[in-house]
């Protein structure tokens, strides 16, 4: 097991800039729930260029997507989670509540590191089925609006 973790570890710092730029990107693109139109195309264009499959407009919601690659059992699902809150817009690189544009939107809650996380791991589970053979299914897929649908 100590295998896959040093694996994983390797092939997500090989791309630690790239994760940085988009969670970068996302966070200066904060929308609020089913708003996420730039952030979902920009996460989705990504990962099609890496390999994905990608089905958009999932359930009829134009900002929903599910990115898929390879084929099999286990279904290894990651969860996207990117929307901003409003009302929450912050100050890059300020520790303190420190509004970069009072009452405008930002994420207060860090959903642009959670969303480059899961789409970071979804790259680095597809090299590993890809270096290693392996029979499995990786999906990431988007959440939208958690917190207001519960």
Not at 56 to 69: K, L, M, T
């Amino acid at each position: 097991m100590q295998e896959i973790y040093r694996f994983i570890d390797d092939a997500i710092e090989a791309d630690r800039q790239r994760y940085t730029d988009i969670a970068d990107q996302i966070w200066d693109h904060p929308e609020t729930r089913f708003e996420e139109f730039w952030s979902a195309e920009h996460l989705a264009s990504a990962l099609e260029s890496a390999g994905f499959t990608v089905t958009r407009n999932v359930g009829n919601i134009p900002n929903a997507f599910i990115a898929s690659f390879g084929q099999g059992k286990p279904v290894i699902a990651l969860l996207g989670e990117y929307d901003a809150l409003a009302g929450l817009s912050q100050q890059a690189g300020c520790a303190q509540p420190t509004s970069a544009t009072p009452g405008e939107n930002g994420h207060g809650c860090g959903h642009n590191l959670l969303g480059t996380a899961a789409f970071a791991a979804a790259i680095a589970v597809k090299k590993w089925l890809e270096q290693y053979g392996k029979a499995a299914r990786c999906a990431f897929m988007v959440v939208l609006a958690k917190k207001r649908l519960g």
